[in-house]
């Protein structure tokens, strides 16, 4: 079968590896039908984020089954599935309790299409996938429902969706600030969540016009940055609920700043460097909660299918281009802020 393998930054080639195969009983082997490019990709694809090659590529997608174990569920070939990006068991504790990006099953960090970081399992980009736990991890794709739209679900689909959910629930109707940027889809998806689940009012910040196009269009009050001044753009403005996306330090400052006395602040990175400089001090005195980890893709992909399906949310009002799998090498460094590729 073929796989995109990154190679070193601006090298991304197709090749063949052998066939992904059933290996134990609870695995599945999909046909990947649709991927959606990963924030994370590009910053890969061109060196930004430094890892490692040769690995294939491509995490976020919706396959048909192809093959199946003994125990690996009900599913069936031909059944059309979303995958979550992380490996999960389903049985350890931390999956039990809805941990599901720490199962204790797999290495830390155990996802396809991330090689070293994702404990080197297969990748979305390739002719077929072997997908362990498949009993547990995999979801029906619904009926009706766009492969290409819903590639995107179980990883920035829901980054985007669980940085305002859980907030949310506890404030109803609280306004939400989003500060863009390098997370550009997983932004963009927090307001399009924030607005499903019913915020008064979406503030959102980047100082990139294509994404506060979208924003704008998304019915958030769109705000641009001006003069590299990012705290400016909100001024003395305080929000309970806010997401930083932006992953760089003047949009996490804005976040922090931003966020009201006892609110809650959701960084959906931890930065590309090893260090990253918080100001504790003021992060005490005003009592903020500040949540910064991975999505837990399994646990979360439910909730989010659900307010697809009932038309709360389209991951697809984002999607710039849809191209086939043949361009991903060039795709994949496309400036735009989503792309899928179709198999
Ligand atoms: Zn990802
Ligand atoms: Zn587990």
């Given at each position: 079968m073929r796989t995109l393998m990154f190679?070193?930054?601006g090298a991304l080639h197709w090749r063949e590896v052998p066939d992904a195969r059933v290996e134990h009983g609870r695995d599945v082997v999909v046909r990947p039908l649709a991927v959606a490019r990963c924030d994370l990709d590009p910053a890969i694809a061109l060196g930004l984020y430094p890892m490692a090659g040769p690995f294939p590529m491509g995490h976020e997608m919706v396959g048909e089954v192809v093959d199946r174990g003994d125990s690996a569920g009900d599913w069936q070939p031909g059944d059309r599935v979303v995958v979550p990006f992380q490996i999960s068991c389903g049985e350890c504790v931390p999956c039990r309790i809805g941990?599901?990006?720490?199962?204790?099953?797999?290495?830390?960090?155990?996802?396809?299409?991330?090689?070293p970081a994702g404990a080197h399992h297969g990748s979305a980009l390739s002719d077929l996938v072997r997908v362990p736990f498949a009993d547990f991890s995999l979801l029906p794709l619904p009926d009706g429902l766009d492969p290409v739209a819903a590639c995107g679900i179980p990883d920035n689909v829901a980054d985007g969706y669980r940085c305002v959910a859980d907030p949310l629930a506890d404030r109803p109707g609280e306004a939400v600030l989003v500060v863009g940027g390098l997370a550009a889809s997983v932004g963009l998806y927090a307001v399009m969540a924030a607005r499903a689940l019913g915020s008064g009012h979406v503030v959102y910040v980047d100082d990139d016009p294509a994404r506060l196009d979208r924003a704008d269009e998304l019915g958030a009050d769109a705000r641009a940055v001006v003069g590299?001044?990012?705290?400016?753009?909100?001024?003395?403005e305080r929000f309970a609920i806010t997401v930083d996306a932006n992953v760089l330090d003047p949009g996490r400052t804005l976040a922090i700043t931003a966020t009201a006395p006892c609110g809650t602040c959701t960084s959906v990175?931890?930065?590309?460097?090893r260090t990253v400089e918080l100001p504790l001090g003021v992060m005490y005195a005003k009592g903020i909660t500040y949540e910064v980890g991975r999505v837990h893709a399994r646990a979360t992909a439910p909730a989010v299918l659900d307010l697809v399906t009932r038309g709360?949310?389209?991951?697809?009002?984002?999607?710039?281009a849809v191209v086939p799998f043949d361009d991903a090498p060039g795709a994949m460094v496309d400036p735009r802020t989503k792309i899928v590729f179709l198999a």
């Open positions: 190679e070193g930054p941990r599901t990006n720490a199962c204790a099953a797999v290495p830390p960090g155990a996802s396809f299409g991330l090689g590299g001044d990012w705290v400016a753009a909100v001024g003395r990175s931890g930065g590309a460097g709360h949310l389209d991951p697809a009002a984002i999607i710039d």
